[in-house]
């Protein structure tokens, strides 16, 4: 078996603000780690995974896992350079995106700009519509996107998932659009994306068929990528079904992804890279913008507690132990971020608290924010948490940390996220007890005795508090807090 631990970092009273960064690509720098040795892959959460390492296989169905080439975790970060800047021209390393930087790297012009700075936000098809996604409704939900005021809240990405492909590909060997789904091909999608201010993304799968049995680009990458960029294509999120035999475990798993980043870099559009392996590796933050730390979410809510204590959690509770203290929130920075699914919010297996508290933990642990309901039809309730601007803005934070928990107790629990700007923080006070609680945040904690707040749910200034904050919870729920300290 594999352990992974964070040197020098394992002490309970290590701040939750100063954890080692990992900005500009590279791993974060403290990782010990061994080679896997092709045994059993680490349970990817409990009910899914845990196979062996190549057992591979799609499901068709929405919510279904799929099937698991779990890679071993303990690779050490091997220092490759790379980050995922747009550049100018010789950016070879990492996913530098070259021609676009005025006067070109290294001739002293404008300081690059960073592919996804801060988490990506948009929608996508597969929770809600899985293997029914057609172009009827994503044009209707990019039109809802605007007219509901989505776009205008930061939502930007529409991303279409799998089953968009036709069965087969064309006599050139390119990957074609499904004739009855979207019979206008997905290039006037683009195009529909683009006029109303949006952007497009795709799906498809490093093996040689995706999770639900449509073309894999595994051996066509390049053309694959350059078909993605001649269509508009600015996001693609890469799974990890129908692996080929010799391709499993971490290193073919490293070298597949980045395959296909290096094709995306070459095709010279901006890309967002969503690597989708329901499993975090240490070389994915210097190849992916984005990275699947866990299985398919399901809308329910032992699910989002599941995903949260892998995504965010910390030693206490934390579903696999194999990353140590803290967890895997020190490889979010700018451009680099842990992804714990798609948004459920809105499709009805949980109370509107639930579906806030989902909300509220996804912003503070600085996930992609990808709402996954029908977007077209939501209820004033569903809007008011996807549209909660107090929220996002934590999300979106330029300074692109992690939250995590901050509290000894694993059910009354405070959560806190460094914010940009001096001694400013987010808060959430989360209660996953079966009736409401009291919870306190003690300034201390954050490193100051008295601190202004503001609600980011009843959107109320709290004024001057001194010494610490104690609100009443509801069941499930949580209260947000915007703290500054003195
Ligand atoms: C996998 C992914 C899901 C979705 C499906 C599509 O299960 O993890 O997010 O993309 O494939 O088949």
Same mark, same amino acid.
């Given at each position: 078996?594999?352990?992974?631990?964070?040197?020098?970092?394992?002490?309970?009273?290590?701040?939750? @603000?100063?954890?080692?960064?990992?900005? +500009?690509?590279?791993?974060?720098?403290?990782?010990?780690?061994?080679? +896997?040795?092709?045994?059993?892959?680490?349970?990817?959460?409990?009910?899914?995974?845990?196979?062996?390492?190549?057992?591979?296989?799609? %499901?068709?169905?929405?919510?279904?896992?799929?099937?698991?080439?779990?890679?071993?975790?303990?690779? $050490?970060?091997?220092?490759?350079?790379?980050?995922?800047?747009?550049?100018?021209?010789?950016?070879?390393?990492?996913?530098?995106?070259?021609?676009?930087?005025?006067?070109?790297?290294?001739?002293?012009?404008?300081?690059?700009?960073?592919?996804? $700075?801060?988490?990506?936000?948009?929608?996508?098809?597969?929770?809600?519509?899985?293997?029914?996604?057609?172009?009827?409704?994503?044009?209707?939900?990019?039109?809802?996107?605007?007219?509901?005021?989505? &776009?205008?809240?930061?939502?930007?990405?529409?991303?279409? *998932?799998?089953?968009?492909?036709?069965?087969?590909?064309?006599?050139?060997?390119?990957?074609?659009?499904?004739?009855?789904?979207?019979?206008?091909?997905?290039?006037?999608?683009? @195009?529909?994306?683009?006029?109303?201010?949006?952007?497009?993304?795709?799906?498809?799968?490093?093996?040689?068929?995706?999770?639900?049995?449509?073309?894999?680009?595994?051996?066509? =990458?390049?053309?694959?990528?350059?078909?993605?960029?001649?269509?508009?294509?600015?996001?693609?999120?890469?799974?990890?079904?129908?692996?080929?035999?010799? /391709?499993?475990?971490?290193?073919?798993?490293?070298?597949?992804?980045?395959?296909?980043?290096?094709?995306?870099?070459?095709?010279?559009?901006?890309?967002?890279?969503?690597?989708?392996?329901?499993?975090?590796?240490?070389?994915?933050?210097?190849?992916?913008?984005?990275? &699947?730390?866990?299985?398919?979410?399901?809308?329910?809510?032992?699910?989002?507690?599941?995903?949260?204590?892998?995504?965010? +959690?910390?030693?206490?509770?934390?579903?696999?132990?194999?990353?140590?203290?803290?967890?895997?929130?020190?490889?979010?920075?700018?451009?680099?971020?842990?992804?714990?699914?798609?948004? =459920?919010?809105?499709?009805?297996?949980?109370?509107?608290?639930?579906?806030?508290?989902?909300?509220?933990?996804?912003?503070?642990?600085?996930?992609?924010?990808? $709402?996954?309901?029908?977007?077209?039809?939501? *209820?004033?309730?569903?809007?008011?948490?996807?549209?909660?601007?107090?929220?996002?803005?934590?999300?979106?934070?330029?300074?692109?940390?992690?939250?995590?928990?901050?509290?000894?107790?694993? %059910?009354?629990?405070?959560?806190?996220?460094?914010?940009?700007?001096?001694?400013?923080?987010?808060?959430?006070?989360?209660?996953?007890?079966?009736?409401?609680?009291?919870?306190?945040?003690?300034? $201390?904690?954050?490193?100051?005795?008295?601190?202004?707040? /503001? @609600?980011?749910?009843?959107?109320?200034?709290? +004024?001057?508090?001194?010494?610490?904050?104690?609100?009443?919870?509801?069941?499930?729920?949580?209260?947000?807090?915007?703290?500054?300290?003195?």
């Amino acid at each position: 078996m594999i352990s992974l631990l964070l040197a020098g970092a394992c002490t309970s009273d290590f701040a939750y @603000d100063q954890w080692p960064s990992n900005q +500009g690509g590279g791993t974060a720098g403290a990782l010990v780690g061994e080679s +896997g040795d092709g045994g059993a892959g680490p349970d990817d959460r409990a009910g899914r995974g845990g196979e062996p390492p190549g057992s591979k296989g799609g %499901t068709g169905g929405k919510g279904g896992t799929a099937g698991n080439t779990s890679p071993h975790a303990g690779r $050490a970060g091997g220092g490759e350079a790379g980050g995922n800047v747009v550049a100018g021209e010789g950016g070879a390393a990492g996913d530098s995106l070259g021609g676009e930087g005025p006067g070109g790297a290294g001739t002293g012009g404008a300081p690059p700009s960073i592919l996804a $700075a801060v988490p990506p936000m948009g929608w996508n098809s597969w929770n809600r519509f899985g293997g029914s996604v057609s172009e009827g409704v994503v044009r209707s939900t990019m039109d809802a996107m605007v007219s509901k005021g989505l &776009r205008d809240v930061g939502y930007e990405y529409v991303n279409i *998932d799998d089953t968009w492909q036709a069965s087969s590909r064309d006599a050139e060997g390119k990957l074609r659009a499904d004739p009855v789904r979207f019979p206008n091909g997905i290039e006037a999608l683009a @195009d529909y994306a683009h006029e109303r201010g949006l952007k497009l993304g795709i799906y498809s799968d490093r093996g040689t068929q995706t999770c639900s049995g449509r073309p894999g680009s595994y051996g066509s =990458e390049e053309l694959d990528a350059a078909t993605f960029a001649e269509w508009g294509v600015d996001y693609l999120k890469y799974d990890n079904c129908h692996v080929p035999p010799g /391709r499993e475990g971490d290193e073919a798993m490293r070298e597949d992804y980045t395959k296909m980043r290096d094709a995306l870099v070459a095709s010279g559009r901006p890309v967002v890279f969503s690597i989708c392996a329901w499993w975090f590796s240490p070389w994915m933050p210097d190849v992916g913008q984005l990275w &699947r730390t866990t299985g398919d979410i399901k809308d329910t809510w032992a699910d989002v507690l599941a995903i949260v204590d892998r995504n965010g +959690g910390d030693t206490s509770r934390y579903a696999d132990a194999s990353y140590g203290p803290p967890g895997l929130a020190p490889y979010a920075s700018p451009g680099h971020f842990n992804d714990p699914d798609m948004l =459920e919010v809105g499709n009805g297996g949980m109370t509107d608290a639930e579906y806030r508290s989902h909300f509220s933990l996804w912003a503070i642990m600085a996930a992609p924010l990808i $709402a996954g309901n029908d977007v077209r039809i939501m *209820d004033s309730a569903t809007a008011d948490i996807l549209m909660n601007e107090d929220v996002i803005r934590v999300d979106q934070d330029p300074l692109g940390k992690q939250g995590r928990p901050i509290s000894a107790s694993t %059910t009354l629990e405070v959560w806190a996220k460094q914010l940009a700007g001096d001694k400013t923080h987010a808060v959430v006070l989360f209660n996953r007890t079966a009736s409401s609680a009291d919870i306190t945040v003690d300034f $201390a904690e954050l490193g100051f005795a008295a601190a202004t707040a /503001r @609600d980011l749910w009843s959107h109320e200034e709290l +004024g001057r508090l001194e010494g610490s904050y104690t609100a009443t919870v509801p069941t499930h729920g949580v209260v947000m807090l915007r703290v500054v300290g003195e």
